[in-house]
């Protein structure tokens, strides 16, 4: 990104005037636009009509009376090069192309696309081949699909290369709040990772969410990640394509490649991206972290009015490594005159229903359960939502218990549902308001409560090590397309340049083997030398624990005639005879890779014969 592609990012994100460009989908998003409340101008573009969602519209882009801030573009695919060039020339700040038929289609489509780049210039172009943007802050959806829009002062920044999954999202019935949802689509000029590095340098914005299917520049995405952790801005991610049908997938819907998933789990770890497998999950986690925060750790404390649901509740937790512990001596003996006589102390607590709802005495269970020391506390409550006032009160009495006992001891809290539909809009924004995250289903809050967790963790980690800087990746070095593969001692020999330690050894052939191994000292090992023949195993081309020469005389024998049997085209010639390792406590595999994508990588695992 160009520093005039940042300033027009900007421009993009905080527009004070918007163009339409198009037919029926560019008409329905500007009147979307001005029913939402825009303040600034709102112009369309078609020759054939006088307004365009009940705006001014003129027949070309030079006729516009300014320069547009943001654009939603909605022509033929055939129109859009040259409508892209047009508000170039005019000094737009930043287009959505919603037009499709670009790289997503193949080998046409990606000179299509390289033309539309060529014509954008410094233009903020988002897409093509995306849904569209909508700011929830400045009052400015340019979105084709109807949805109820709400104004927010802060929220989630959601980017996602499923331009339907945006419009999921702004559907959602989990009074999730939204700064901007942004369709990224085949991501031409402006990356996900461009979308992160302004989005975390808005006021607005205290977390995002992505929906990842592949990154055009990894080394920049981490650079913004890196940014987000250092500013506490969380990111929850979801990657798609990680079997081998959706890898497929992802390539023909955007054109991106999805890349291996170990690594791209190896980068989330590192930047301290939680990582979801599902749109609720993600959207349950964004919930959490922002009305709540992120724990300091993974000790959970549990109420509930079942015995159920304290077993569901522990078994999902320990399985995503979350703990609960029980309360300390002391803790323990005060609780026990708090609860009814029918009540077992434990974690998680089945506060039994002669305490359901009771304010007060249940506050003061819980405040005497945190001085055992908690990260964060759950209380588990479904809503019965057609119920009257008083038929709710005492469901709003335990959870003001709760919302008052967290507040004081500092933790983050939320009110979880077993069922996801068990809570209704008023009940879920008085929890929001008295700071408790009010999370829908049993799976999702553990998600959610683990997933932040880990962030708030590795936050804490990074950032007392002052390591920030130590964790940005370096560029992506060219790869390239010619492999050699090396034979062992010409490995070896490169390892003991490098002055990595290799056991003393000689090459030789099968007749100075022995003399070659009484120099070295016994025991020895023998092995073939071949470059084709990387795994010696199997073939018998490897013998161990030689104690004299007359056994490396006997190993050289055996392993030509072996060898011969397993495959008569490798040559017998060259033997490796060196110093056999003693008291080794492990045997490892470690490579290193030159990854086109996430650059320089290493694997560490176990070696052998694993």
Same mark, same amino acid.
């Given at each position: 990104?160009?520093?005039?592609?940042?300033?027009?990012?900007?421009?993009?994100?905080?527009?004070?005037?918007? &163009? $339409?460009?198009?037919?029926?989908?560019?008409?329905?998003?500007?009147?979307?636009?001005?029913?939402?409340?825009?303040?600034?101008?709102?112009?369309?573009?078609?020759?054939?009509?006088?307004?365009?969602?009940?705006?001014?519209?003129?027949?070309?882009?030079?006729?516009?009376?300014?320069?547009?801030?943001?654009?939603?573009?909605?022509?033929?695919?055939?129109?859009?090069?040259?409508?892209?060039?047009?508000?170039?020339?005019? =000094?737009?700040? =930043?287009?959505?192309?919603?037009?499709?038929?670009?790289?997503?289609?193949?080998?046409?489509?990606?000179?299509?696309?390289?033309?539309?780049?060529?014509?954008? #210039?410094?233009?903020?172009?988002?897409?093509? !081949?995306?849904?569209?943007?909508?700011?929830? /802050?400045?009052?400015?959806?340019?979105?084709? $699909?109807?949805?109820?829009?709400?104004?927010?002062?802060?929220?989630?920044?959601?980017?996602?290369?499923?331009?339907?999954?945006?419009?999921?999202?702004?559907?959602?019935?989990?009074?999730?709040?939204?700064?901007?949802? %942004?369709? +990224?689509?085949?991501?031409?000029?402006? #990356?996900?990772?461009?979308?992160?590095?302004?989005?975390?340098?808005?006021?607005?914005?205290?977390? /995002?969410?992505?929906?990842?299917?592949?990154?055009?520049?990894?080394?920049?995405?981490?650079?913004?990640?890196?940014?987000?952790?250092?500013?506490? %801005?969380?990111?929850?991610?979801?990657?798609? =394509?990680?079997?081998?049908?959706?890898?497929?997938?992802?390539?023909?819907?955007?054109?991106?490649?999805?890349?291996?998933?170990?690594?791209?789990?190896?980068?989330?770890?590192?930047?301290?991206?939680?990582?979801?497998?599902?749109?609720?999950?993600?959207?349950?986690?964004?919930?959490?972290?922002?009305?709540?925060?992120?724990?300091?750790?993974?000790?959970?404390?549990?109420?509930?009015?079942?015995?159920?649901?304290?077993?569901?509740?522990?078994?999902?937790?320990?399985?995503?490594?979350?703990? $609960?512990?029980?309360?300390?001596?002391?803790?323990?003996?005060?609780?026990?005159?708090?609860?009814?006589?029918?009540?077992?102390?434990?974690?998680?607590?089945?506060?039994?229903?002669?305490?359901?709802?009771?304010?007060?005495?249940?506050?003061?269970?819980?405040?005497?359960?945190?001085?055992? #020391?908690?990260?964060?506390?759950? /209380?588990?409550?479904?809503?019965?939502?057609?119920?009257?006032?008083? #038929?709710?009160?005492?469901?709003?009495?335990?959870?003001?218990?709760?919302?008052?006992?967290?507040?004081?001891?500092?933790?983050?809290? &939320?009110?979880?549902?077993?069922?996801?539909?068990?809570?209704?809009?008023?009940?879920?924004?008085?929890?929001?308001?008295?700071?408790?995250?009010?999370?829908?289903?049993?799976?999702?809050?553990?998600?959610?409560?683990?997933?932040?967790? !880990?962030?708030?963790?590795?936050?804490?980690?990074?950032?007392?090590?002052?390591?920030?800087?130590?964790?940005?990746?370096?560029?992506?070095?060219?790869?390239?397309?010619?492999?050699?593969?090396?034979?062992?001692?010409?490995?070896?020999?490169?390892?003991?340049?490098?002055? %990595?330690?290799?056991?003393?050894?000689?090459?030789?052939?099968?007749?100075? +083997?022995?003399?070659?191994?009484?120099?070295?000292? $016994?025991?020895?090992?023998?092995?073939?030398?071949?470059?084709?023949?990387?795994?010696?195993?199997?073939?018998?081309?490897?013998?161990?624990?030689?104690?004299?020469?007359?056994?490396? !005389?006997?190993?050289?024998?055996? %392993?030509?005639?072996?060898?011969?049997?397993?495959?008569?085209?490798?040559?017998?010639?060259?033997?490796?005879?060196?110093?056999?390792?003693?008291?080794?406590?492990?045997?490892?595999?470690?490579?290193?890779? !030159?990854?086109?994508?996430?650059?320089?990588?290493?694997?560490? =695992?176990?070696?052998?014969?694993?």
């Amino acid at each position: 990104m160009t520093p005039k592609q940042k300033e027009n990012l900007k421009r993009l994100l905080s527009p004070e005037s918007a &163009a $339409f460009i198009g037919g029926n989908d560019a008409d329905f998003a500007a009147r979307q636009c001005a029913d939402a409340g825009f303040k600034g101008n709102i112009w369309g573009v078609n020759p054939k009509r006088k307004t365009m969602g009940g705006q001014p519209c003129f027949k070309t882009v030079e006729e516009l009376p300014g320069a547009p801030d943001i654009v939603f573009l909605a022509t033929p695919k055939s129109a859009a090069v040259e409508a892209v060039e047009a508000l170039r020339k005019a =000094g737009a700040g =930043g287009v959505v192309c919603y037009t499709a038929g670009f790289g997503e289609t193949g080998p046409e489509g990606a000179r299509l696309e390289e033309a539309l780049i060529e014509a954008a #210039g410094n233009v903020a172009l988002v897409g093509p !081949n995306c849904s569209g943007l909508t700011n929830f /802050i400045d009052d400015a959806p340019l979105w084709p $699909f109807p949805f109820k829009f709400q104004h927010e002062e802060r929220g989630v920044a959601f980017i996602t290369q499923s331009g339907m999954l945006g419009n999921t999202v702004t559907l959602n019935q989990r009074s999730v709040p939204f700064s901007y949802v %942004i369709s +990224a689509g085949n991501q031409a000029v402006l #990356g996900i990772e461009h979308y992160l590095d302004v989005l975390i340098d808005i006021p607005a914005v205290n977390a /995002i969410g992505v929906y990842i299917e592949g990154l055009n520049n990894i080394p920049e995405f981490a650079d913004a990640a890196l940014r987000a952790l250092e500013k506490n %801005i969380p990111i929850v991610v979801l990657k798609a =394509g990680t079997s081998e049908i959706g890898s497929r997938l992802t390539v023909t819907h955007t054109g991106t490649l999805s890349g291996t998933d170990d690594l791209y789990q190896a980068l989330f770890d590192r930047l301290g991206i939680i990582r979801v497998t599902s749109p609720i999950s993600m959207l349950e986690t964004l919930k959490f972290i922002t009305v709540s925060g992120a724990p300091k750790g993974k000790r959970i404390a549990t109420f509930t009015a079942s015995g159920g649901d304290c077993a569901m509740i522990a078994d999902g937790g320990e399985l995503r490594g979350l703990e $609960f512990p029980q309360p300390s001596g002391e803790v323990a003996e005060r609780l026990v005159g708090q609860l009814p006589p029918i009540a077992t102390v434990s974690n998680p607590l089945d506060y039994t229903t002669p305490l359901w709802g009771y304010e007060e005495p249940l506050y003061e269970v819980m405040t005497t359960m945190f001085k055992s #020391g908690y990260d964060a506390a759950v /209380i588990v409550q479904d809503y019965p939502v057609s119920q009257s006032a008083e #038929g709710m009160e005492p469901y709003h009495t335990d959870a003001r218990a709760f919302a008052r006992a967290t507040r004081e001891a500092g933790i983050p809290a &939320a009110v979880c549902t077993v069922l996801s539909e068990n809570i209704d809009k008023d009940t879920r924004e008085a929890l929001i308001a008295s700071g408790v995250a009010p999370l829908q289903g049993i799976e999702e809050t553990l998600d959610a409560i683990a997933g932040a967790a !880990n962030f708030g963790i590795r936050r804490e980690q990074v950032m007392a090590s002052g390591s920030l800087e130590s964790l940005r990746l370096p560029l992506v070095l060219p790869t390239s397309e010619k492999t050699e593969t090396l034979d062992e001692w010409q490995g070896k020999e490169l390892i003991r340049e490098a002055g %990595i330690p290799v056991p003393e050894g000689r090459r030789c052939d099968g007749t100075s +083997a022995p003399a070659a191994a009484t120099e070295i000292g $016994f025991p020895v090992v023998g092995k073939l030398i071949s470059y084709r023949l990387p795994h010696k195993t199997e073939a018998g081309a490897v013998k161990i624990g030689l104690k004299n020469a007359l056994q490396v !005389n006997d190993a050289i024998r055996e %392993i030509t005639k072996s060898v011969a049997d397993y495959a008569p085209e490798f040559a017998c010639e060259e033997f490796l005879v060196e110093s056999m390792v003693m008291g080794a406590v492990a045997e490892l595999v470690v490579g290193i890779q !030159n990854d086109p994508q996430f650059g320089q990588t290493l694997i560490i =695992g176990t070696g052998g014969t694993f």
